[in-house]
């Protein structure tokens, strides 16, 4: 730690030359860079290694030590007579001496030193969940680099086989996935730091699901088979044994599982070729939202459904096993040399020649790195390979090895002072165009290789200690040179940025249509056998940094990305990025068509919004259903969540449209949260509400009314009446059911444990049965409502409205997701919680507004549509946020199925 400290006080007093001004286009007022003490640096060497250490100095003692007094002569501890004056207590002499007899004998202010109560330590000197949140937020899913936590996993499994992944998504404790509120994620390496690895349910992770089946014919084409948690680097070297070969769409990382990579549009680099792995995919084998195992190839799928499967972002399905293409091995001839970067002026034309090509620009240094690989029949030389992820760090340090520790130290540098960032780009720089290559042991500039090795390059074992940040987009031809330009007047004229790493990565590809989602796929500005130029910037994530630091720190690189995004019409990598740069591709609507295209498949395999999360609604994706479940909460068309007490015994409005009314009646029911849910530790028993029953109302075209009902408490039974004129039907419906009235069709079946479904060509409402434990320890029973729109949606003039269904305008037309106030389990006393939200910001008027006036089938309430004609759409509704699609009405818990009656 001296010697790194000693290191970056040098580098902090280099001098950086700027370079001549060049008036800039853009005009933009950078941030101030905030007065005081850079913040983090003192546990930049820590935040990210798995550990959230509490104490980070010598000279502060442990949880429960007295403090001790200040520092004399030779940096010998001064001992007091007292921490607190209350207290007959000695400092120790030491931080290691003695524990104190209660924590308030020692104070904060004791003789300068700090005390080791947890709420006075200063965040500077440990880690905590604000300034380390990599270490210390808990969650079940981390990215690789632990920078984002899916907090909203609930459960993580690990399968042993593909064959046992469909039983494990359908047992009856996780509530039949497929057919229920539940969501659900597969993930693999976690290499992706945005939200696409991210769920609000049950994660699946293939770890386990790693066989390589094999070389076969399939379709005409040799493809190679594996399971979806295969790592790329296991099945390059498989295929490189068998004299086989994926081509260009290895990306530089080999760490990534097949699934992963083709699921997030991950690519390599060729101005000639295709350098989407994607593209590679013959067959896909997944399990839909329907619940179904079903198998999806090149020739027996339509076009647009196997677009969508190809790069998939996770959000179709739980991804079994694929088919890939694959070509004979071959070798590249590599050559790595270093340009001025006036050269990127016309970057295709550098590198037109190339089969394989990169460049890294270093704008502060005003280099770039070209690298331009051709396919060659010359023999591969011994060891020659890429080496672009295994840095020598004699520059950085003088030492022959590097601790991890030290590369976030020394990027911290980077990110707190921009003068130091400027030196560690030219170190950088140099450094990497000395040891891109390697052949014989040697560290060459030229060398002759397989393609695996010369396109991939075995991760240092370290990178996912770094504290990374990818930001990537894809710049159609046309705009290339003036991306380029742009990102000169940002970074070198107008803030003076470096991007130290490996400099501004540069790659290539073929654009193609291969699928919908890729960043480079065809459509709008990228016209399909054009080339589109992907631009990635790798910057540091700071530690502990303030909202001042952060924003000053930032600044270069999202203004640039914005603009690159909202002028340029570039496209974002779905497995890189950040937040705002999605809401900014969202909103400027760069992925156009294509977007429409991917949800038509959203809504042909994931009807249910099973593997809907945030991040599909930061592309812009709509869910297609809402819920209301549990205790009871409710989340919209629109994807806005909140939760709704209700009153003992009433009964509200859900969803109404001009012939459809959807009741349900609230139950008030004191519980306890099942063991598998973690606020259970603290929260004893809650005072809440259910809902017990249904009643749906519809009026046919045909002048008839059916009614229909269904109660938790006679879950295997559900009761239908027909009415015509003066003449009434009654049918009592046992499980199984089915039937079809003019365009109504009504069906109970076995679910989880039995659901009631009813469909009539536009809405398609669900009701399923649940049970929750009383806090006697009986079981009870409620229901849970799913509430999705059909293809196509209404066509009337009448905007619906209810609970849930008021959402509609939000999910049809909104381009944001607003929910309301939701309870927050926090416990008395007694430990003991009582639930009070009733859809506070999310709906129109109040909850009283919502209660059904006269019977249980009645569509009578302030906001009711029933029997409307006129167009209502330009009355005042709530604002609804960007999720986009379904709402959903369930039970706060699954304790488990309710059991059917024996025969």
């Known amino acids: 730690r001296r010697l790194m400290r000693r290191f970056l006080v040098a580098l902090a007093l280099v001098q950086h030359v700027p370079n001549s001004p060049v008036t800039a286009v853009v005009k933009i007022a950078p941030v101030a860079k905030p007065a005081g003490e850079c913040p983090g640096t003192q546990i930049a060497s820590i935040c990210g290694d798995g550990q959230c250490q509490q104490e980070r100095s010598t000279h502060l003692p442990s949880r429960g030590q007295c403090c001790w007094g200040g520092r004399g002569a030779g940096d010998v501890p001064i001992p007091l007579q007292s921490c607190n004056a209350a207290s007959s207590l000695t400092c120790p002499s030491t931080p290691s001496s003695a524990f104190c007899q209660a ?496 949800q038509k498949s959203v809504d042909e395999l994931d009807m249910g919004g099973v593997f809907h999360n945030s991040f599909a609604a930061q592309l812009g994706l709509k869910q297609n259903q809402g819920y209301a479940s549990g205790d009871v909460h409710l989340v919209g068309l629109d994807g806005g969540k909140f939760d709704v007490k209700g009153k003992h015994n009433k009964v509200y409005n859900l969803l109404s449209t001009e012939s459809l009314t959807v009741n349900a009646r609230f139950k008030y029911s004191s519980f306890v949260l099942p063991p598998s849910d973690a606020r259970s530790l603290v929260v004893k028993s809650v005072h809440g509400s259910f809902l017990s029953a249904a009643y749906i109302a519809v009026r046919l075209q045909s002048g008839s009314d059916i009614q229909i009902s269904y109660s938790g408490s006679t879950p295997f039974v559900a009761s239908m009446q027909v009415k015509h004129g003066f003449e009434t039907k009654q049918q009592l419906l046992q499980m199984p059911s089915s039937i079809q009235f003019e365009n109504i069709h009504v069906t109970l079946t076995k679910a989880s444990p039995v659901a009631l479904t009813y469909e009539d060509g536009v809405w398609n409402i669900s009701v399923y049965a649940a049970t929750h434990r009383l806090q006697d320890g009986s079981i009870d029973k409620h229901i849970n409502v799913k509430i999705a729109l059909m293809k196509g949606g209404p066509d009337s003039r009448v905007v619906p409205h209810g609970l849930i269904g008021q959402s509609y305008l939000n999910y049809q037309f909104a381009n944001t997701v607003v929910g309301g106030k939701l309870d927050e389990y926090v416990p008395d006393g007694n430990g003991e919680f009582t639930t009070s939200a009733q859809g506070e910001g999310a709906i129109q008027g109040t909850i009283d507004d919502y209660e059904i006036q006269g019977g249980d089938y009645s569509s009578k309430f302030r906001f009711s549509r029933f029997g409307m004609e006129e167009d209502l759409s330009s009355q005042q509704f709530p604002r609804s946020a960007d999720m986009k699609g379904i709402a959903h009405a369930v039970g706060d818990v699954l304790e488990g199925d309710v059991e059917q009656p024996s025969k």
């Open 103 to 598: 924590e308030n004998t020692c104070v904060n202010t004791c003789g300068g030193a700090w005390c080791p109560d947890e709420q006075q330590r200063p965040s500077s000197l440990s880690e905590n969940e604000d300034t380390c949140p990599a270490d210390c937020v808990t969650a079940l899913v981390k990215s690789y680099n632990r920078l984002l936590a899916c907090t909203g996993v609930t459960s993580l499994h690990f399968p042993t086989s593909v064959d046992s992944v469909l039983p494990l998504v359908q047992t009856p404790q996780l509530g039949n996935a497929a057919s229920s509120e539940v969501k659900l994620k597969a993930i693999g390496k976690k290499g992706s730091v945005s939200q696409a690895i991210c769920t609000d349910g049950m994660a699946i992770s293939t770890e386990n699901l790693n066989t390589i089946y094999g070389l076969e014919s399939f379709e005409g084409e040799t493809v190679v088979k594996v399971d979806a948690g295969v790592v790329m680097a296991d099945l390059i070297a498989y295929l490189k044994v068998k004299e086989k070969a994926l081509g260009y769409g290895l990306q530089g990382y080999d760490g990534a599982t097949v699934a992963g990579a083709i699921a997030t549009g991950s690519h390599g680099s060729s101005p000639k070729h295709s350098a989407v792995l994607a593209s590679a995919v013959v067959s896909i084998e997944l399990i839909n939202g329907a619940g179904k195992r079903a198998t999806y190839s090149k020739e027996t799928t339509p076009t647009s459904t196997f677009k969508s499967l190809t790069v998939n972002a996770g959000l179709l399905g739980i991804v079994l096993t694929v088919r890939l293409a694959v070509r004979p091995e071959f070798n590249l001839d590599v050559n790595v040399t270093e340009l001025d970067d006036t050269w990127l002026s016309d970057p295709l034309a550098q590198v037109s020649a190339c089969d394989f090509a990169q460049m890294h620009w270093f704008p502060s240094t005003r280099k770039v790195i070209k690298v331009c690989g051709v396919e060659t029949h010359s023999e591969a030389e011994a060891g020659a390979r890429n080496m672009l992820l295994q840095p020598a760090p004699t520059a950085f340090t003088g030492q022959e090895t590097i601790e991890p520790a030290m590369y976030n130290s020394l990027f911290q540098g980077g990110v707190c002072d921009r003068k130091v960032a400027a030196q560690l780009e030219l170190e950088r720089q140099q450094l990497l165009f000395q040891t891109y290559l390697m052949s014989g042991g040697t560290y060459v500039n030229t060398a002759i290789g397989s393609s695996s090795d010369m396109l991939t390059c075995p991760a240092d074992p370290n990178v996912s200690y770094v504290r990374n940040i990818d930001l990537e987009v894809a710049i159609p031809q046309s705009k290339i040179a003036e991306a380029l330009a742009l990102a000169k007047q940002y970074l070198q004229h107008l803030f003076n940025a470096s991007v130290w790493q490996i400099g501004v990565f540069l790659r290539f590809t073929k654009i193609e249509g291969t699928s919908w989602l890729a960043n480079t796929a065809a459509g709008g500005m990228f016209k399909e056998g054009e080339v589109a130029m992907y631009f990635e910037m790798p910057i540091t994530e700071p530690v502990a940094f303030t909202t001042e630091w952060s924003d000053w720190h930032i600044q270069p690189y999202k203004e640039l990305m914005i603009q690159l995004i909202r002028k340029l019409g570039g496209r974002l990598h779905l497995g890189k990025n950040t937040a705002w740069a999605f809401d900014e591709q969202r909103a400027a609507r760069n992925l156009g068509n294509n977007l429409v295209e991917f």
